[in-house]
């Protein structure tokens, strides 16, 4: 099993331009997530699924869009990146009760200029 | 509202060292996991513990052991003989009644072990 697969690893943006990052799971788990990593701030959610075709926002979801239109796939886009934007993110999957542990892709460092 | 806090920013400590990392968290429900996550430098967030609420049990496995207090709202995890395959950033997690959407984390603690 590859667990959470997260492309690309790295990205440089330009102000302005509008990127997809893609986020795949093989575990069937119905519960998917988007985190961001600032330095010191530790991770904060900012959209979730629970299932195909329903999505929610977490706690910053300003400037960002998702879409499930599987149970595998949770792609996460950014539109007219903005320097704030700048930072380490994190898809992640779980069952989705309260006692699953997340299970998480290796990230991807964005770097908006 | 849920909180965790993770006091210690940085902790250095050389090889051979027992090192304690400190988790307060804040919830009013009854029923509550938590966790612990470790980040080494290569960057990926790797599952190491859950423990539920109504599970006061210290836990060994290996050189790692967590000591969890209801009473001082504590989750605290210890490192016995660090090595510097250690050095990562450990994350301390909350997940309240309601799904795992709501689970917090607290902002880590970057653990460095010298040689």
């Known amino acids: 099993n590859a667990g959470v697969t997260q492309t690309p690893k790295f990205r440089i943006l330009k102000i302005g331009q509008s990127m997809t990052l893609q986020c795949t799971q093989d575990m069937n788990h119905n519960y998917m997530y988007w985190y961001r990593q600032d330095p010191g701030m530790g991770l904060k959610l900012i959209y979730y699924s629970v299932g195909a075709g329903i999505t929610d926002k977490g706690e910053v979801p300003n400037g960002y869009n998702v879409s499930r239109s599987t149970t595998e796939d949770f792609p996460l886009r950014l539109e007219l990146a903005a320097p704030s934007q700048t930072s380490v993110y994190f898809c992640?999957?779980?069952?989705?009760?309260?006692?699953?542990?997340?299970?998480f892709g290796n990230g991807t460092r964005l770097t908006v200029t | 509202a849920q909180k965790v806090t993770q006091a210690q920013t940085e902790i250095s400590v050389v090889e051979k060292e027992d090192v304690t990392l400190d988790c307060v968290y804040e919830?009013?429900?009854?029923?509550?996991?938590l966790f612990w996550y470790k980040q080494p430098p290569s960057g990926e967030l790797v599952f190491l513990i859950r423990r539920n609420s109504f599970d006061e049990q210290n836990e060994i496995s290996g050189r790692y052991s967590w000591n969890f207090q209801k009473s001082t709202s504590s989750f605290n995890f210890t490192i016995t003989a660090s090595q510097v395959v250690d050095s990562a950033v450990y994350f301390c997690?909350?997940?309240?009644?309601?799904?795992?959407?709501?689970?917090?984390f607290g902002k880590g603690t970057k653990l460095t072990v010298n040689p």
């Open positions: 992640a999957s779980s069952p989705g009760r309260t006692n699953s542990p997340l299970h």
């Open positions: 919830t009013r429900d009854t029923t509550y996991y």
């Open positions: 997690a909350l997940s309240p009644q309601g799904g795992s959407e709501k689970l917090v």
